[in-house]
Structures are given as C-alpha cells and as structure tokens.
T-cell receptor, first 110, second 115 residues
Framework: KNEVEQSPQNLTAQEGEFITINCSYS?????LHWLQQHPGGGIVSLFM???GKKKHGRLIATINIQEKHSSLHITASHPRDSAVYIC????????????FGKGITLSVRP | NAGVTQTPKFQVLKTGQSMTLQCAQD?????MSWYRQDPGMGLRLIHYSVGAGITDQGEVPNGYNVSRSTTEDFPLRLLSAAPSQTSVYFC??????????????FGEGSRLTVL
C-alpha cells in the first residue's frame, strides 16, 4: 500500500462545477502539501497544511489529522484549472522526508 | 529572487556517460531534494538533504549520487547513465525545522534522455 493515496484517479468536469480531490496517507506527518502541475509545465505549491483549512481564491484545502485525510476543493471550476494535482506529505520523523501521491489529472471542459 | 534554479533543461546522453544536474536556491533553505517523474509513477524521491553535509537516500537512489557542500547547491550526479534513467527530474527546496515545514519550491525541471 502506498503511503499516500489520491482519489479519484482521473477527473473530468464541466466548467462551473464544484470539484473535490482527496488524499489519504498512512504515516505521521508534520505537514501536507497540495501542488499543481500544468501539462508540460513546472510544479507550483498551492497549499501547505498542518491543521484545519486554508482558502486561496477558488481553492480550499482541508485536513483531518486524526483521520489522516485531506481534500482539495475547487469552486466554480474553469478550463484553466485543468492540471495534475499532487498531494505530498512531510514525515514527522525520518528527517522530514517528503512522499508524493501519484497525482490526479483534472480536465475541465468549457 | 531567483528561487530554485535547475540546469540544464534538456540533455541527451549516451549509455554509460556521466553528467551532473545542477540545483541552486537562494532562499537559505535547509531542505533540498531531487525527484524523478515518470508517466504513471508520480514523483519519486531520489535523494534529499536537510542541510550542508547531510544527505540521505530516497525511494530510487541507485545510479545517482549527491553531495551538499553548501546550503545553496545540491547537484545530482548520474555516474553511468542507463536508458532506465530517461525521465524528467525536479529539484525542490523548503525551509524546515523540527516540527515545522515551509512551502515547497520547485525548479523548472530537467528532461533527460539516455540513448
């Protein structure tokens, strides 16, 4: 079993829809990161969470430490949100090592 | 701020050749790391470092060597390139202290092809 599991595997949505991407992990963590990668592009950090909820524009990220689960929500989705969304956890031990999920490919149709 | 600078962006090697991917950051980050990204595999950790003089192996370290002589630089060396090392490589850095982690910053990636 991977230490970081993301779901759904791939996602297609219509413009304007509310989207949720999930991330479950099995290790103790000090932080969880949500990252975005556009096709052929670099990787940018969207959020870093250690508890609670964060919001940036149309993006909302939540984390439940007890359940070892995080969600990334996109409100009023737009075709420019089409990208790969990656969840990564930073170990609470092991020299703060990062472990990544495989990423979810999101496609938003106009 | 330049952030994380990764070079070269593209490289073609022949089997058996050696090369070094360079990674430099100007944010005084303790944590630096190298990943490879392959289709369907996600990002896999090759090596990482939590400070000058300290390095450790990740999931896929074989065939790669690293050193961290300064806070700013974390080069990745391919000792004898193999076709299985054809991939896109990313360097990332962050601020990290015990019990606290900072935002991740990535380089633009290096696409390596080994023939």
């Amino acid at each position: 079993k991977n230490e970081v599991e993301q779901s759904p595997q791939n996602l297609t949505a219509q413009e304007g829809e509310f989207i949720t991407i999930n991330c479950s992990y099995s290790v103790g963590i000090s932080a969880l990161h949500w990252l975005q990668q556009h096709p052929g592009g670099g990787i940018v950090s969207l959020f870093m969470l250690s508890s609670g909820k964060k919001k940036h524009g149309r993006l909302i990220a939540t984390i439940n430490i007890q359940e070892k689960h995080s969600s990334l929500h996109i409100t009023a989705s737009h075709p420019r949100d089409s990208a790969v969304y990656i969840c990564a956890v930073r170990s609470a031990v092991a020299n703060s090592k990062l472990t990544f999920g495989k990423g979810i490919t999101l496609s938003v149709r106009p | 701020n330049a952030g994380v600078t990764q070079t070269p962006k593209f490289q073609v090697l022949k089997t058996g050749q050696s090369m070094t991917l360079q990674c430099a950051q100007d944010m005084n980050h303790e944590y630096m790391s190298w990943y490879r990204q392959d289709p369907g595999m996600g990002l896999r950790l090759i090596h990482y470092s939590v400070g000058a003089g300290i390095t450790d192996q990740g999931e896929v370290p074989n065939g790669y060597n690293v050193s961290r002589s300064t806070t700013e630089d974390f080069p990745l060396r391919l000792l004898s390139a193999a076709p299985s090392q054809t991939s896109v490589y990313f360097c990332a850095s962050s601020y990290v202290l015990v019990g606290f982690a900072g935002e991740l910053f990535f380089g633009e990636g290096s696409r390596l092809t080994v023939l």
